[in-house]
């Protein structure tokens, strides 16, 4: 997660010559929590899902990928969810009921996530319930629109 400076002053250049994956580039210009996502070290991700096989890890929806039968098998995304945030929680939790495995690629597969700016959609307490704790796998709309 690029801060909003770094963003600004970066050029395609800078990725062309793969400047951006020096950390000595990012370094100071990012969210303290992602740090460890911006560097290669796919090693240290293999011991990582040694040590916790057991861990549920979530999805973002910007970073993942998925093979398009499992997506099909839930009927996709639940198209009710309105703004941000909700339909990688759904999705997420709607694979799991589905029996199906989500695998972390941090420290393998790196993105740069530039600043930009969004307005949030507040989720009632009732909406996040509903959608983020799903107790089925398929969707009714989804791909595949309920009669």
Known sequence: MLDQHLTERMTVDDVRSRRIEKSSFWSGHCDKGSIKHGMYA???NSIETLLHSGRHYGILGSNFSLFR????KINGYDERIIGRGLEDDNLANRFRVEGLRIRSMSR?????HMFHFFDPVPHSAETIKKFG??????SLYGIIKAQ
Not at 69 to 72: A, E, K, L, N, R
Not at 108 to 112: H, L, S
Not at 133 to 138: K, N
């Open 69 to 72: 039968g499992d997506y099909y």
């Open 42 to 44: 796919p090693a240290i």
């Open 108 to 112: 393998r597969a790196i993105q740069y």
């Open 133 to 138: 704790a799903p107790d089925q796998a398929w």
